[in-house]
């Protein structure tokens, strides 16, 4: 039996949940298994999404402020 669980699909969650938890629930698979997931395919989860943006947010303020 093939999965209907792709890396499209593990993407989509990905952008569109704001944790790792409710994108899982919304694939309906574990938490621990979309991780899994994430890392196999190099999917961005959305802890690292929020972590990037933080850095992102305090280079470019660092930035104006020089």
């Given at each position: 039996m093939?999965?209907s669980?792709n890396?499209?699909?593990?993407?989509?969650?990905?952008?569109v949940?704001?944790?790792?938890k409710?994108?899982?629930?919304a694939?309906g698979?574990?938490?621990?298994?979309?991780?899994?997931?994430?890392?196999l395919?190099?999917?961005?989860?959305?802890?690292?999404?929020?972590q990037?943006?933080?850095?992102?947010s305090?280079?470019?303020?660092?930035?104006?402020?020089?």
């Open positions: 093939k999965s669980i890396r499209a699909r593990v993407h989509n969650v990905s952008r949940y704001n944790s790792g409710a994108a899982a629930a694939i698979i574990s938490s621990v298994h979309y991780h899994r997931l994430c890392k395919y190099g999917i961005e989860t959305p802890a690292q999404r929020r990037r943006e933080k850095v992102e305090r280079r470019y303020r660092d930035e104006v402020l020089s």
